[in-house]
């Protein structure tokens, strides 16, 4: 005779079965999720700004062609007509400063990946002689962040020390060729070491460029040297393309947090010749 009990274990089993395999298949699938989780990053581009700009997790695609609301250019003010205009600040209300970067002899990507990161506009004066060799990398860097590319002459010679013949050559030659090679006819011009004369304005006017850019501010090996006091809003900062231009960049984003100011496109606030 059968124990009374063994008929009705053998369904209780049976549940018990199916209940085993749920919790397996169950366990199966949250382990599969996390695996699938665990090689997903955030974009890159998430970052919080101060301005009201919709950030987009995925790029564009590289066949079209869009333009960030951020670096979108804007019209700037006017100004009587006259010689090309000395400038180491812009007069202004907004708490903005401006970032230029002159030269060009350390091309780093890391630079132009954190600048693109940091939705920071900044203005480049490579020389000459450096655009032609390299001149994808300054493409990249207008692409990343809207960046103008200004001039700086063809080889960086003392102006003050050349002829009015050279000068020319030094500070029309490298518009025409800009032009050529980012699209866009350069405003400004910065005169090499910050040296210039009353020929060096006559000939950037007559080259129809907007200002001849100085600074009030600079940046080296993370520290920041101000002219005259701290920094204040309008004014212009000079970095280079070195080996601590990261470093600089990633200073005076502290430091002007601290101050309640921010970068600003340069382009958009110097006036052009009514």
């Given at each position: 005779?059968?124990?009374?009990?063994?008929?009705?274990?053998?369904?209780?089993?049976?549940?018990?079965?199916?209940?085993?395999?749920?919790?397996?298949?169950?366990?199966?699938?949250?382990?599969?999720?996390?695996?699938?989780?665990?090689?997903?990053?955030?974009?890159?581009?998430?970052?919080?700004?101060?301005?009201?700009?919709?950030?987009?997790?995925?790029?564009?695609?590289?066949?079209?062609?869009?333009?960030?609301?951020?670096?979108?250019?804007?019209?700037?003010?006017?100004?009587?007509?006259?010689?090309?205009?000395?400038?180491?600040?812009?007069?202004?209300?907004?708490?903005?400063?401006?970032?230029?970067?002159?030269?060009?002899?350390?091309?780093?990507?890391?630079?132009?990946?954190?600048?693109?990161?940091?939705?920071?506009?900044?203005?480049?004066?490579?020389?000459?002689?450096?655009?032609?060799?390299?001149?994808?990398?300054?493409?990249?860097?207008?692409a990343a962040d809207g960046a103008y590319i200004?001039?700086?002459?063809?080889?960086?010679?003392?102006?003050?020390?050349?002829?009015?013949?050279?000068?020319?050559r030094q500070i029309c030659e490298p518009a025409?060729?800009?032009?050529?090679?980012?699209?866009?006819?350069?405003?400004?011009?910065?005169?090499?070491?910050?040296?210039?004369?009353?020929?060096?304005?006559?000939?950037?006017?007559?080259?129809?460029?907007?200002?001849?850019?100085?600074?009030?501010?600079?940046?080296?090996?993370?520290?920041?040297?101000?002219?005259?006091?701290?920094?204040?809003?309008?004014?212009?900062?000079?970095?280079?393309?070195?080996?601590?231009?990261?470093?600089?960049?990633?200073?005076?984003?502290?430091?002007?947090?601290?101050?309640?100011?921010?970068?600003?496109?340069?382009?958009?606030?110097?006036?052009?010749?009514?």
């Open positions: 005779m059968r124990p009374p009990t063994q008929g009705r274990t053998r369904p209780a089993a049976l549940l018990a079965l199916v209940a085993l395999g749920a919790v397996v298949a169950a366990c199966s699938s949250s382990a599969q999720s996390q695996a699938e989780g665990s090689d997903y990053t955030e974009p890159a581009t998430s970052v919080a700004t101060t301005d009201a700009v919709s950030i987009t997790a995925t790029p564009a695609p590289t066949t079209t062609t869009t333009v960030d609301p951020l670096f979108a250019p804007t019209t700037p003010p006017t100004r009587a007509p006259g010689p090309a205009p000395v400038i180491d600040a812009v007069a202004t209300t907004d708490p903005v400063v401006f970032v230029t970067i002159d030269d060009g002899n350390v091309r780093d990507d890391a630079v132009i990946d954190w600048l693109r990161l940091k939705r920071m506009p900044v203005t480049a004066f490579p020389t000459e002689n450096i655009a032609n060799i390299d001149p994808a990398y300054f493409q990249r860097l207008q200004q001039t700086h002459s063809i080889s960086h010679p003392n102006l003050k020390r050349v002829s009015a013949a050279e000068q020319r025409d060729r800009f032009t050529t090679l980012f699209g866009v006819r350069p405003r400004l011009f910065r005169p090499p070491y910050g040296d210039y004369n009353a020929t060096t304005l006559k000939i950037a006017m007559e080259c129809r460029y907007d200002a001849v850019v100085h600074w009030r501010a600079s940046m080296n090996n993370g520290r920041l040297a101000v002219a005259q006091g701290d920094l204040r809003a309008g004014d212009i900062v000079l970095m280079h393309f070195r080996t601590d231009l990261l470093q600089n960049l990633t200073a005076l984003e502290g430091l002007l947090a601290a101050r309640g100011l921010r970068v600003a496109r340069l382009e958009d606030y110097v006036p052009v010749p009514s």
